[in-house]
């Protein structure tokens, strides 16, 4: 099973050093191992047991049961989840309490859970350890509550200052850190209906989606890109960079370009071994936006090897795209973030 590395943000009942004891005659069974609503009643806790050889592998076991909650209901989409953390972290409108929670709701929203606490552990008498894992809703709320009402802020701060940027690409990066920061509001929501559904139609007024997103898309379909690559004398390496920016939604516009590539492009044979033939291949392609600054750096070199030449081409044009394809996007994603944060 995934060990689930579980942070305990606030308070918690428990001690690290408690231990729990061997049933005996004089040791009652807590009444949670065969009725858990009765001692967690499902209307103020979230709770699951746990069982394992030990205190913590018992308690991973129980925060493992209650992540399964979020997980099964909730996609998480990881990029974005990482560029909220990269678009709040230095925030000082969120107090450092506030930036650690984002991080744990942002980079792990499916492993560590909010406000976590564990009863104290019962040990049978096999020897396996038993314990309950628990969220008390209400305060957990709160938590959320708060985090939601900074998130919408925040977003509205970043489509406002969208509005007043100069240039497409400027005006798509904030238009799009809106969007990221309120994706994430929307997942916590999402979370809060699991946790607490009475909170969820009060902060759901606040939502307004729809604005945001649309003028996200709007202003996406004025960003566009030229490709000057020397070397490419087949096109094959043009038609490579169009067909991964397809997958950031930017369209190719030779004529009139918000971002342009350039770079240089080459493969020659090489010879290494006799009984098969390689070619070398390097790349040296730069994305700039309008005003020349970059975008994204690609640098590779490397060597194919197959039967024959024509083969071992084919081999350095497919590594060629599997690296630029996993690359490209996440450094795009990368620059529009430092024109937001201005880092």
């Known amino acids: 099973m995934k060990i689930f590395v579980i942070l305990i943000i606030l308070i918690l009942s428990i001690s690290c050093a408690t231990k729990g004891s ?29 069982s394992g050889d030990s205190r913590r592998r018992a308690q991973e076991d129980a925060a493992a049961f209650l992540a399964q909650q979020f997980t099964v209901n909730i996609k998480v989409d990881t990029l974005a ?36 606490r564990f009863s104290d552990a019962y040990t049978d008498r096999s020897g396996i350890t038993h314990v309950v894992g628990y ?6 709320s709160l938590i959320y509550r708060d985090l939601i009402r900074k998130d919408l802020a925040k977003a509205e701060e970043f489509y406002g200052r969208a509005n007043s940027a100069t240039g497409s690409l400027r005006r798509y990066a904030f238009y799009d850190a809106a969007y990221t920061v309120k994706l994430n509001a929307e997942r ?57 920016m397809s997958e950031q939604s930017i369209s190719y516009n030779p004529n009139n370009a918000t971002m342009v590539f350039r770079g240089d492009w080459s493969v020659s044979p090489v010879s290494v071994n006799p009984n098969f033939k390689s070619v070398q291949w390097t790349a040296n392609i730069s994305l700039f936006d309008d005003s020349g600054a970059t975008i994204a750096t690609f640098f590779r070199s490397a060597r194919e090897n197959a039967i024959t030449e024509e083969q071992a081409e084919i081999f350095a044009y497919r590594e060629f795209q599997r690296q630029l394809s996993r690359d490209l996007g996440r450094d795009i994603q990368s620059y529009l973030t430092r024109v937001v944060t201005g880092r």
């Open 22 to 50: 061997k049933a005996t005659g004089s040791q009652a069974t807590p009444l949670w191992m065969t009725n858990l609503e009765a001692e967690f009643p499902n209307s103020r806790y979230l709770a699951a047991t746990g």
């Open 81 to 116: 989840q990482q560029k909220y953390v990269e678009l709040v972290r230095n925030d000082t409108s969120y107090s450092e309490s506030e930036l650690i929670l984002t991080h744990i709701i942002g980079a792990r929203a499916d492993e560590e859970l909010i406000n976590l």
């Open 135 to 140: 969220i008390e809703r209400q305060p957990t």
């Open 188 to 244: 916590m929501l999402n979370q809060l209906r699991i946790i607490f559904p009475p909170m969820v139609p009060m902060l759901e007024m606040d939502f307004n989606f729809r604005k945001i997103a649309e003028a996200r898309d709007r202003e996406a379909e004025n960003l566009s890109y030229s490709i000057s690559i020397t070397g490419d004398n087949n096109g094959r390496i043009a038609g490579t960079i169009r067909e991964t």
